[in-house]
C-alpha cells in the first residue's frame, strides 16, 4: 500500500529551464509534506517543505506547491542547473506522528 | 559529531551470516530512525527510537531484524541470517524534536550486499 507516489522514476531537462517533480498521496491524516535530495553515496538532505495549510512554499529557486483536494503536490526549480541532478523523494507526515513516509523517488538529470 | 555517522560504509556477506549496522546520531537528537533503499525503491521505513518510549518496530520486515539503541544515543541495527533480499543501503536518521518543518538528518548509509 503506497500512500505517497512518484509516478515519473526519471526526468530530463535542459540547464536553465523548470524542473517540475511530481508526488501523489493517498492519506488524508498527511499535514507535512517534505522534499529530499539525494546525490549518489550520500544520504538524502531535506530540501523545502509545505503545511497542509499552505499550498506554495518558495526558497530560492525552489517552489512547493501543494493541491489538498486532488492529494497532489509538486517540486519546481528554477532555473534548473547541472548541480541538481540528484535522486528527489517526496515524503509526507501524518498528524501528531514523526514518521516520514516517503515516495519512491524520481531521479533529475539537467543537462548543459 | 557534527553529522549522522554509520557503519560501516559497505558491507558483503554471505547468505545465511548475521551482520550488525551501526549509526551514531547527532548529538542531542532524542530521535532515530533506520530505513532501507533496495534497488530501484523508495525509502522504506524500519523502526523508530524516541527518547525513553518503546521503539516502533512496525517497518521491521521479518523476526530476523532487529534494533537497540543503548544509552539514547548509538544505535545497531542487527540482520539474522541474512537473504540476498536484504541486499540493501540501510540509511539512520536522527531528529531534534519537531520534524515537521526541517524533517531529519541522514546518515550516508550502509550499503550491504548478500552474496
Known amino acids: 500500500d503506497q500512500q505517497v507516489k512518484q509516478n515519473s522514476p526519471s526526468l530530463s531537462v535542459q540547464e536553465g529551464r523548470i524542473s517540475i517533480l511530481n508526488c501523489d498521496y493517498t492519506?488524508?491524516?498527511?499535514?507535512?509534506f517534505l522534499w529530499y535530495k539525494k546525490y549518489p553515496a550520500e544520504g538524502p538532505t531535506f530540501l523545502i517543505s509545505i503545511s497542509s495549510i499552505k499550498d506554495k512554499n518558495e526558497d530560492g529557486r525552489f517552489t512547493v506547491f501543494l493541491n489538498k483536494s486532488a492529494k497532489h503536490l509538486s517540486l519546481h526549480i528554477v532555473p534548473s542547473q547541472p548541480g541538481d541532478s540528484a535522486v528527489y523523494f517526496c515524503a509526507a507526515l501524518a498528524y501528531n506522528t514523526d514518521k516520514l513516509i516517503f515516495g519512491t523517488g524520481t531521479r533529475l538529470q539537467v543537462f548543459p | 559529531g557534527a553529522g549522522v555517522s554509520q557503519s560501516p560504509s559497505n558491507k558483503v556477506t554471505e547468505k545465511g551470516k548475521d551482520v550488525e549496522l551501526r549509526c551514531d546520531p547527532i548529538s542531542g537528537h532524542t530521535a532515530l530512525y533506520w530505513y532501507r533503499q533496495s534497488l530501484g525503491q523508495g525509502l522504506e521505513f524500519l523502526i523508530y527510537f524516541q527518547g525513553n518510549s518503546a521503539p516502533d518496530k512496525s517497518g521491521l520486515p521479518s523476526d530476523r531484524f532487529s534494533a537497540e539503541r543503548t544509552g539514547g544515543s548509538v544505535s545497531t541495527l542487527t540482520i539474522q541470517r541474512t537473504q540476498q533480499e536484504d541486499s540493501a543501503v540501510y540509511l539512520c536518521?536522527?531528529?531534534?524534536?519537531?520534524?515537521?518543518?526541517?524533517?531529519?538528518?541522514f546518515g550516508s548509509g550502509t550499503r550491504l550486499t548478500v552474496v
Open positions: 492519506n488524508s491524516m498527511f499535514d507535512y
Open positions: 536518521a536522527s531528529s531534534l524534536g519537531v520534524v515537521s518543518n526541517y524533517g531529519y538528518t
